[in-house]
């Protein structure tokens, strides 16, 4: 006996103040992870000095999800404005 399967919609409401609608700009990031958990903090850096952005923690089935939609869309974007060039990595080694 086939199992009918039903697709649910779900509408869900999220809020925001207009700060968070403005977003952070980040020009480094670092990336940490345990068994349990990926740590991604998002810095601010200009010169010798910089700022923690924003920290995003998430599953490692969630991050898989994420990369795989950042890489769709970065192809998505790349055939709509041509190819992008990855940035150098920092020629000396640095920490926080």
Known sequence: MEQNKQQH???IQIRATDADL???YSNIMQVMHTGEE???DFFNV???QG???SRV????AHVKRMLHALSENM???EEKFGPVTA???PKEKFGF
Do not use: D, S, T
């Open 87 to 89: 940035a150098e990595q």
């Open 75 to 77: 192809k998505i974007y």
């Open 9 to 11: 919609n779900h509408n």
């Open 57 to 60: 923690v998430m599953n490692p």
């Open 38 to 40: 990926f740590v991604m």
């Open 51 to 53: 700022v923690l952005a």
């Open 22 to 24: 403005k977003g952070v």
């Open 46 to 48: 200009v010169g010798n």
